[in-house]
């Protein structure tokens, strides 16, 4: 029999530690960035290729994390616990053996992996050490991306956000004594900062499996990761696949922008880099609030309150808006060039970056607005239609204006960044678009108590 319904919390409440958790996340990725920026902007090159391919790896781990959490919202929502953690177990399981997948991958075809991203020749070395240590991280990664997703379906937003911290502290001291030497230790260049990466995630897995056990009461059974009921884990890949391709799509369109970016040389790969870790600090407050949104949406509409969980989505898309212009508006008057100043000394590449910040002031709210509306979409289970409107504006505007802006008509990062702000609002507005029309009601995966009952017996 379902308990009453779990109360998430209020936005606020979910959403400041999400972002700081998410400022973490990215800051190791801009710590990496930053010191290896200090020994040469070509290991920032070969770092910023292999990370692409890891971050392709963890985009196809997370579409059952995003899965997971949606289905747990839901039935947290509709007062049934046990599915819920019969929702973990599943979700853990299935995506250690997708993980298993990816590292073998990884560890076996680095090479080629990196010749198909255009890796000029003299960064492979450092390319290939790079990849294949941090592949080492993909099993445990696969199963983090679950177990914090647990937690903040229940939440417990702050428990994930200490783990992030002390991943970060973890990472930072290693790049410092193994990218630097300190202590007479070796100086191991862009393996060092792969090494320390590896450390600090396993030690972010362990902790996660504690706080899960501590924060929600649910006891983990290594036995039960291999047994996937088909129900339970078609509610996972419902949302999960749909999300998955959306976020793969994103990925390799990236990838094979990235691509054209090698194309115009070493220095170009390296100002996208550079530009990107900072992006993503200024995506950071949209994003924070999607996630917290899409946890209050899902046990709204768990719990059958459609008309709180409509005008949900209008309040914390004006909040949105208006927090990113905020933060976007001095980044492209000045504060963008400060931070890449920070990064690097080589004048060209600090001026390619400061007209890319311009661009932001298109780019990044249509991207909050593509974020927060598709986040609120996936917690209702209406997780197809955001999927085709990628497929068709990435490849069908994206890619082939990257080509033509960036390429053909030679304006170079610049064109191929107007590619993207072009694509960010076409998927945005089209998004806004299927949330008035309430379509989402009718793709709710959840029913109160009798469809727990049904499973569990």
């Known amino acids: 029999m379902a308990s009453t319904s779990h109360n998430p919390g209020s936005l606020f409440q979910l959403t400041w530690p999400l972002f700081i958790d998410l400022a973490f996340h990215f800051l190791t990725g801009a710590l990496n960035t930053f010191m290896v920026g200090h020994v040469s902007y070509q290991a920032v090159a070969a770092l910023a290729v292999g990370n692409q391919i890891l971050d392709l790896c963890i985009t196809l781990f997370n579409f059952i994390g995003i899965g997971c959490s949606v289905v747990i919202a839901q039935y947290l929502g509709s007062g049934n616990r046990r599915m ?95 990218l630097f030497g300190w202590f007479g230790l070796p100086q191991l260049g862009v393996a060092g900062v792969a090494w320390s990466t590896v450390v600090g995630r396993l030690v972010a897995v362990a902790l996660l499996v504690y706080l899960l056990q501590a924060r929600t009461g649910i ?53 996208q880099s550079f530009f990107f870790q900072i992006c993503l600090f200024i995506l950071l407050f949209g994003l924070s609030i999607g996630l917290g949104t899409e946890i209050l949406i899902g046990h709204l509409v768990g719990a059958g309150k459609f008309e709180q969980a409509y005008h949900q989505l209008l309040r914390s898309l004006k909040l949105g808006l208006l927090v990113t212009a905020a933060v976007v508006v001095p980044a492209a008057f000045g504060g963008g060039h400060f931070f890449m100043s920070l990064f690097t000394d080589d004048q060209e590449i600090v001026a390619m970056a400061t007209q890319l910040f311009f661009i932001s002031l298109i780019l990044e709210p249509g991207r909050t607005f593509n974020i927060v509306v598709i986040n609120s979409l996936r917690a209702t289970g209406d997780a197809r239609f955001p999927l085709m409107m990628a497929i068709l504006s990435m490849w069908g505007l994206a890619i082939p ?57």
């Open 401 to 457: 204006l990257a080509w033509f802006l960036g390429l053909h008509l030679g304006w170079g990062l610049v064109g191929i960044w107007l590619a993207f702000a072009a694509d960010e609002w076409t998927r945005g507005l089209a998004m806004y678009w299927r949330w008035k029309s309430r379509r989402w009601e009718k793709k709710v995966l959840v029913s109160p108590i009798a469809e727990g009952s049904a499973l569990q017996g």
């Open 219 to 271: 006891r983990l059974y290594p036995l039960r990761f291999f047994h996937w009921p088909r129900a339970v884990l078609g509610k996972i890949m419902h949302i999960g696949l749909p999300a998955a391709g959306e976020n793969l799509s994103w990925m390799l369109q990236f990838m094979v922008v990235t691509s054209f970016v090698a194309l115009l040389g070493d220095k170009a790969l390296a100002t």
């Open 84 to 178: 819920a953690r019969q929702v973990v177990h599943t979700a853990i399981g299935f995506n250690l053996l997708v993980g298993l997948v990816a590292m073998l991958v990884v560890l076996l075809g680095a090479d080629g992996l990196l010749h198909l991203m255009n890796m000029p020749d003299n960064l492979m070395q450092d390319g290939h050490s790079y990849l294949t240590i941090i592949g080492l991280l993909l099993v445990p990664e696969a199963a983090s991306l679950c177990l914090a997703a647990t937690l903040r379906a229940h939440g417990h937003t702050r428990e994930a956000m200490y783990v992030t911290l002390v991943a970060n502290l973890i990472t930072f001291v290693g790049n410092a004594l193994l």
